[in-house]
């Protein structure tokens, strides 16, 4: 790897010069320092720490609410904002306060119509694509990552569980009890029993794994007897807290407000980092560093050098006996020497099939050194949003892979969905909405090449096709104007066989071609750099059964 801000390698692939690209005069497994490039989705990046389940229901309801044809003039619309708050405090994990740091993110919103209807089977194919790269550029300015930075800070910043409700001044209640007479002591043990009648917190009986398990206790009858035969006031108050007690989702807006997170000082954590022995300071060491944000624009940085786009067809046919697509596995675009940074999808042609969405996931980091799970860590891992029972607690002997769900994004006719190449996504199932009837769906993909490289492309390759290439080569060898049979051409054409390849040899590069993507797939999905690595044993909750490995590059 070369060090940072070195002269950067004369890549070439102009054609005006030798062919200087990895693979080609350079070593193909060249990478540049971070510093000097795009961040790629090949065990490069990683969330730290996980989005937290709150936040995670804040972006899926924000999408929700932006799939709606008129989201953005009702948002300004005091009537329909209030029927969408209604709307909002039905949804899951969303309280009033994550309402209301909802709502300026709709209305600050940068509202871009990048499609704007465009159906490019009305259209040349080529005019088509050429414009929905052109349309790409702005959305991938706000997506491409440099130095393994995110573009935003995290909503709800944490490193523990919260609980409610606050724990009373027990110490008050004991030193209190210890003066019977006094105007403190009667006013302690009315405050004793009020809190003490207080029903527990509602126990999930759906949970099998009996985690709260309140002890009994039975309260005085006799308070002011109680107290003076010596007992402690604290003591019942303990018991109902025991039952009180109960974990809450951290709330955006506790830490830092939303005009601090837009401009990215969002240091603070409702709970704080866990100090390591070595480190006493931890917290302190990264105070106050504000997220650094920038700024990308492509069409400025690399107007001379230009663009490198992989584009990428996929169309599915469905018929009445193969009514349904299952969906696609996980995956990053691309193989690593391809060096993808951003995607973008458009739907180019549909008939007759339901909506699909495009479903997200990414690599954490949660380290069990730096973050206080030790004392509930079934709350712990429902407050990140690490499904707990299938991979935590399975019985198995390998910790679960670090990858979080982000949820997933419709693609209807007419969106142009952008993202960066460090999340991995598949298309989620679709099938026939009439099924008597065939149908069909067309996928158009762009893949962005980090234009810090440059790769070998059609631009140094000449048509491999053998009717193209004959046609291209006949036609540049014979004089201009001049007239030959198609007989003769034919009969000239029939010295060069199949060359430069045929069509059985282009089929077969292709079938080694889609094995080693999907080998590299296979290990780039089911192999993740990290793991959730929590001690379960310190929890004592009995003998849990063994579950089947995740299938983590189809599942």
Request: some cysteine; proline content about 9%.
């Amino acid at each position: 790897m070369a060090p940072p801000f070195a002269d950067p390698p004369p890549f070439d692939n102009s054609g005006h010069g030798p062919l200087a690209v990895p693979g080609f005069g350079f070593p193909v497994e060249l990478e540049l320092h971070p510093e000097d490039r795009y961040t790629h989705g090949v065990r490069e990046w990683f969330q730290e720490p996980n989005i937290t389940a709150r936040e995670l229901a804040m972006l899926s309801f924000m999408d929700k609410i932006t799939d709606k044809p008129s989201w953005s003039t009702d948002v300004f619309d005091d009537k329909k904002t209030s029927q969408l708050a209604q709307e909002a405090l039905l949804s899951h994990l969303i309280s009033p306060k994550t309402w209301e740091w909802c709502l300026p993110e709709f209305t600050g919103v940068r509202i871009t119509s990048y499609i704007n209807g465009l159906h490019p089977r009305n259209h040349g194919l080529y005019h088509a694509i050429e414009k929905l790269i052109s349309t790409s550029i702005e959305p991938w300015n706000d997506v491409l990552i440099k130095q393994g930075r995110g573009r935003f800070p995290t909503r709800i910043k944490t490193y523990g569980v919260s609980y409610e409700p606050p724990q009373p001044d027990f110490d008050r209640f004991t030193e209190a009890g210890k003066h019977p007479g006094s105007e403190s002591y009667y006013a302690a043990i009315e405050e004793a029993k009020a809190y003490c009648a207080q029903p527990d917190y509602p126990y999930d009986s759906s949970d099998d794994e009996e985690t709260y398990p309140w002890p009994e206790y039975k309260m005085p009858d006799d308070w002011d007897a109680w107290c003076k035969s010596g007992e402690d006031l604290s003591i019942p108050m303990r018991f109902k807290y025991s039952g009180l007690t109960h974990f809450v989702h951290p709330e955006p807006g506790t830490a830092y407000t939303y005009q601090q997170w837009k401009i990215g000082q969002a240091w603070e954590a409702i709970r704080k980092r866990k100090s390591r022995d070595h480190e006493p300071d931890v917290e302190g060491r990264t105070a106050q560093i504000p997220h650094e944000a920038y700024r990308v624009a492509l069409q400025e940085s690399f107007r001379q050098k230009g663009l490198q786009i992989i584009v990428k067809i996929d169309r599915t046919e469905l018929n009445p006996n193969d009514p349904s697509f299952p969906g696609s596995d996980w995956h990053v675009e691309g193989l690593h020497n391809e060096h993808i940074v951003a995607n973008s999808m458009y739907i180019l042609e549909e008939e007759n099939t339901s909506e699909p969405r495009i479903d997200f996931r990414q690599e954490t980091r949660t380290s069990q050194y730096e973050y206080d799970h030790e004392h509930d860590l079934k709350a712990f891992l429902q407050v990140f949003a690490i499904p707990y029972k299938e991979q935590i607690l399975g019985g198995s002997l390998s910790p679960p892979p670090s990858l979080q769900r982000l949820g997933s994004v419709g693609l209807p006719v007419g969106r142009l969905l952008a993202w960066p190449n460090v999340l991995h996504h598949r298309i989620t199932p679709f099938e026939l909405v009439d099924k008597t009837k065939s149908g069909h769906r067309s996928f158009l993909t762009l893949s962005l090449v980090d234009p810090h490289y440059r790769i070998c492309s059609t631009r140094n390759v000449p048509p491999q096709n053998h009717e193209w290439w004959a046609d291209e080569v006949l036609s540049a060898a014979l004089p201009t104007n001049v007239f030959i049979p198609s007989e003769l051409i034919d009969h000239i054409d029939s010295f060069t066989d199949n060359w430069p390849i045929s069509s059985k040899e282009a089929t077969q590069v292709r079938e080694k071609m889609a094995k080693e993507q999907k080998d590299h797939e296979r290990y780039m999905m089911n192999y993740p750099r990290g793991s959730y690595n929590f001690n379960v044993d310190d929890c004592n909750w009995g003998e849990f059964p063994d579950l089947p490995s995740m299938e983590l590059g189809s599942s």
